[in-house]
């Protein structure tokens, strides 16, 4: 009988762990998109942007907006203002731009 009650209790604590560590990411990229100066162009909620030609993001596929942001660093892509953006793009890693796309497309 105790061995059944400590088992429901490890599972309930890793149920418990899981739902913690999916809070974090999510908080993680909200938190980076403030540190890292992003909302400063493309605005607070990701959806008002400081000027009427930068782009939305929030919504944004996950996929779409962290290869955006791996061809912009990289300079692949280079048309556009993608100049404006591409200085940032020092200050995030590529695991902190998967964290910021994740959060960007739950909005
Ligand atoms: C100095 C202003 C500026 C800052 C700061 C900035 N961006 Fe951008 N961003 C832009 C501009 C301008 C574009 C559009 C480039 C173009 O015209 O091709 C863009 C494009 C993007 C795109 C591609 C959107 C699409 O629909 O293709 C993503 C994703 C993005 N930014 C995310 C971010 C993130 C995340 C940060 C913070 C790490 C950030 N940006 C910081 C100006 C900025």
Same mark, same amino acid.
């Given at each position: 009988?105790?061995?059944? &009650?400590?088992?429901?209790?490890? /599972? ?5 762990? $899981? ?5 974090? @990411?999510? %908080? !993680? ?10 909302? &400063?162009?493309?605005?607070?909620? /990701? ?5 009427? $030609? ?5 919504? @944004?596929? %996950? !996929? ?44």
């Amino acid at each position: 009988m105790m061995k059944i &009650a400590k088992l429901t209790m490890s /599972a309930a604590a890793l149920l418990f762990a $899981t739902g913690i560590a999916t809070n974090a @990411q999510a %908080a !993680d990229g909200a938190e980076l998109y403030k540190v890292k100066t992003c909302w &400063a162009c493309h605005g607070k909620d /990701a959806n008002t942007p400081i000027m009427p $030609t930068y782009p939305r993001l929030a919504g @944004q596929n %996950a !996929d779409y907006a962290f290869n955006q942001m791996k061809d912009i660093k990289a300079g692949i892509r280079s048309n556009g203002q993608a100049a404006a953006m591409k200085g940032v793009m020092g200050l995030v890693s590529e695991d902190e731009m998967r964290a910021i796309a994740d959060w960007l497309s739950t909005l």
